[in-house]
């Protein structure tokens, strides 16, 4: 089988680490692919939004399974070309996909059908936003309703910083048109946790929960990124919640995009928030998180062609996932100044240092005369597993210790959350 994955960041390259280890997969091509990707894919250099090239390379080399990485070539309906042109691909349409791509759209559809979430308000006057948050009060969050790379949730602590989030999104058009129209909504208090699930249309098999720390600096203070790290399985998902969000959420939410005539094939992403009343939405995405996506395929055993293709023929009922026992922890490796403006071109150093049980997932990286260098805000997903959640952790952050770029930053606390609250348990 020849399978091509479409992205270069580190979530594609974990998915070109797990569908190499298929025995059903004979080659791997990535579009564009990165400096990590390109020694165990052929790399294609075709942008991953370049939907008639992805189609013509498909065509060509008789490709068999195409797997969509990143939000923008879903929402711009690489899926319905692929499967206008009889190419067999992972991934929802663009209509499914808007459960992403509009955030207005997704608190529409959850209000309609019952899904709980935060009480929201949506916006095209940025009069009107301010007049809402003035009456709301503070806390609160305003999205941007389009695709902002994971940096359109702006959580303000004070009504000063919701009025300045809606100048910058709306007046100022800091995310372009993806601003154009804003939600409002309350400010949820608890702990984060992202459940992932398969899902046909109509079966959902569910993921272990996972735990992103979006914010840059420690202790979760600082702007939003697109994730500095994550770890598998988040204790604060009780078995109890468990249940909850697969049946009051995960399997409402495919039931009501196919009533809305939006039938959803793929991974869909439900981002909560574990509040004193319950897990609650805090966003859907429609595809594999990043950095979730690490830690997640590295504790995955079965097959993941065997699950995308029961997806794809409309036959996951019945399926089971095999996980390896114990937690996996990613370490994101930043560019300093990320999320905010950066520098590339550094070269890295110590990768060839790093255990071989630890995988480094490239994210943002090239190569240049020879070396590997950076080429993106956020640069490497160091990322381990062990026996324990103290183990990964442990073994993760000693890698870290091996590699090297200029101005490189990271969290030191991923995974502390859960062992904080194992102490509370014990």
Same mark, same amino acid.
């Given at each position: 089988?020849?399978?091509?994955?479409?992205?270069?960041?580190? #979530?594609?390259?974990?998915?070109?680490?797990?569908?190499?280890?298929?025995?059903?997969?004979?080659?791997?091509?990535?579009?564009?692919?990165?400096?990590?990707?390109?020694?165990?894919?052929?790399?294609?250099?075709?942008?991953?939004?370049?939907?008639?090239?992805?189609?013509?390379?498909?065509?060509?080399?008789?490709?068999?399974?195409?797997?969509?990485?990143?939000?923008?070539?879903?929402?711009?309906?690489?899926?319905?070309?692929?499967?206008?042109?009889?190419?067999?691909?992972?991934?929802?349409?663009?209509?499914?996909?808007?459960?992403?791509?509009?955030?207005?759209?997704?608190?529409?559809?959850?209000?309609?059908?019952?899904?709980?979430?935060?009480?929201?308000?949506?916006?095209?006057?940025?009069? !009107?936003?301010?007049?809402?948050? #003035?009456?709301?009060?503070?806390?609160?969050?305003?999205?941007? /309703?389009?695709?902002?790379?994971?940096?359109?949730?702006?959580?303000?602590?004070?009504? +000063?910083?919701?009025?300045?989030?809606?100048? +910058?999104?709306?007046? $100022?058009?800091?995310?372009? $048109?993806?601003? %154009?129209?804003?939600?409002?909504?309350?400010?949820?208090?608890?702990?984060?946790?992202?459940?992932?699930?398969?899902?046909?249309?109509?079966?959902?098999?569910?993921?272990?929960?996972?735990?992103?720390?979006?914010?840059?600096?420690?202790? $979760?203070?600082?702007?939003?990124?697109?994730?500095?790290?994550?770890?598998?399985?988040?204790?604060?998902?009780?078995?109890?919640?468990?249940?909850?969000?697969?049946? /009051?959420?995960?399997?409402?939410?495919?039931?009501?995009?196919?009533? +809305?005539? #939006?039938?959803?094939?793929?991974?869909?992403?439900?981002?909560?928030?574990?509040?004193?009343?319950?897990?609650?939405?805090?966003?859907?995405?429609?595809?594999?998180?990043?950095?979730?996506?690490?830690?997640?395929?590295?504790?995955? @055993?079965?097959?993941?062609? !065997?699950?995308?293709?029961?997806?794809?023929?409309?036959?996951?009922?019945?399926?089971?996932?095999?996980? #390896?026992?114990?937690?996996?922890?990613?370490?994101?490796?930043?560019?300093?100044?990320?999320?905010?403006?950066? %520098?590339?071109?550094?070269?890295?150093?110590?990768?060839?240092?790093?255990?071989?049980?630890?995988?480094?997932?490239?994210?943002?990286?090239?190569? +240049?005369?020879?070396?590997?260098?950076?080429?993106?805000?956020?640069?490497?997903?160091?990322?381990?597993?062990?026996?324990?959640?103290? @183990?990964?952790?442990?073994?993760?952050?000693?890698?870290?210790?091996?590699?090297?770029?200029?101005?490189?930053?990271?969290? %030191? /606390?991923?995974?502390?959350?859960?062992?904080?609250?194992?102490?509370?348990?014990?």
């Amino acid at each position: 089988m020849k399978v091509l994955v479409v992205g270069g960041g580190g #979530r594609e390259h974990a998915l070109v680490w797990k569908l190499k280890q298929s025995p059903r997969v004979k080659e791997i091509y990535c579009a564009p692919g990165n400096a990590g990707i390109a020694s165990l894919a052929r790399c294609v250099p075709i942008g991953a939004e370049d939907i008639p090239a992805l189609v013509a390379f498909a065509r060509e080399e008789k490709i068999d399974l195409t797997v969509v990485g990143p939000e923008g070539p879903l929402a711009r309906g690489i899926v319905d070309s692929f499967n206008r042109a009889g190419l067999a691909i992972f991934g929802p349409t663009a209509r499914a996909a808007a459960i992403e791509s509009s955030k207005v759209l997704a608190k529409e559809i959850m209000a309609r059908y019952g899904i709980p979430t935060a009480r929201f308000a949506t916006f095209t006057d940025p009069g !009107e936003a301010a007049g809402y948050i #003035r009456q709301l009060n503070a806390p609160c969050v305003v999205k941007a /309703d389009g695709l902002a790379a994971g940096k359109g949730v702006i959580v303000c602590q004070t009504v +000063e910083e919701a009025l300045q989030a809606v100048k +910058e999104i709306m007046v $100022d058009g800091a995310f372009g $048109d993806a601003g %154009r129209r804003v939600v409002v909504e309350e400010y949820l208090t608890g702990q984060e946790v992202s459940v992932l699930a398969f899902t046909d249309g109509e079966a959902v098999l569910p993921l272990l929960p996972a735990q992103d720390h979006k914010q840059v600096y420690d202790g $979760d203070r600082g702007p939003n990124t697109g994730g500095m790290g994550a770890y598998a399985p988040a204790p604060v998902l009780t078995p109890e919640n468990y249940r909850v969000v697969l049946e /009051d959420i995960l399997i409402p939410a495919v039931r009501a995009l196919a009533a +809305e005539g #939006r039938p959803y094939r793929g991974v869909l992403y439900a981002g909560l928030m574990v509040t004193g009343e319950g897990p609650k939405v805090l966003e859907f995405n429609a595809r594999f998180g990043d950095p979730e996506a690490q830690p997640l395929l590295m504790l995955l @055993e079965t097959d993941p062609v !065997e699950i995308m293709e029961a997806v794809l023929l409309g036959k996951l009922a019945g399926k089971e996932i095999r996980w #390896r026992p114990g937690s996996a922890v990613c370490v994101v490796l930043a560019s300093g100044g990320y999320p905010g403006a950066y %520098r590339k071109g550094y070269p890295i150093s110590g990768l060839e240092q790093v255990p071989p049980d630890v995988v480094v997932f490239h994210a943002g990286t090239a190569m +240049e005369e020879g070396r590997v260098v950076t080429a993106g805000g956020r640069v490497l997903g160091v990322t381990a597993a062990g026996e324990t959640l103290p @183990e990964a952790m442990e073994k993760a952050y000693a890698a870290v210790e091996k590699i090297h770029f200029e101005g490189m930053h990271y969290r %030191r /606390d991923i995974g502390h959350k859960a062992l904080g609250l194992r102490a509370q348990l014990l």
